[in-house]
Nanobody, 126 residues
Framework: QVQLVESGGGSVEAGGSLRLSCFVSGVNYESTCMAWFRQTPNNERELVAK???????GYADSVKDRFTFSRDIANNTLYLQMNDLKFEDTAVYYC????????????????????WGQGTQVAVSA
């Protein structure tokens, strides 16, 4: 059974940093695509960062050069390091996984990912 559990959200001032963690169980990392999405009230879930089976990553333009998506396979954990946070980064952040996937570019929207964490709130004050 695939399970994802996020942690690490909180409140921070603009310009600060946070690191989100996502403990993932029940997947084979070598054949699973993973991603971080975020959602604000009245908005759709927005892709923040994605990861292919081999650890290659891609980022939304809005977070490129500020956020880093990484994984620690030995500890079954994904990380999203968020630096130079901006007010507009305020959202609920979700980690997600889609097994039997190699290249995340083929997953064209949040509905293509079957497994989701419960979400963690990030609040950035201006």
């Amino acid at each position: 059974q695939v399970q994802l559990v996020e942690s690490g959200g909180g409140s921070v001032e603009a310009g600060g940093s946070l690191r989100l963690s996502c403990f993932v169980s029940g997947v084979n990392y070598e054949s699973t695509c993973m991603a971080w999405f975020r959602q604000t009230p009245n908005n759709e879930r927005e892709l923040v960062a994605k990861m292919d089976f081999d650890g290659a990553t891609g980022y939304a333009d809005s977070v490129k050069d500020r956020f880093t998506f990484s994984r620690d396979i030995a500890n079954n954990t994904l990380y999203l390091q968020m630096n130079d946070l901006k007010f507009e980064d305020t959202a609920v952040y979700y980690c997600t996984a889609e097994p039997r996937c190699y290249f995340a570019d083929y997953l064209t929207g949040p509905d293509r990912y079957r497994y989701w964490g419960q979400g963690t709130q990030v609040a950035v004050s201006a």
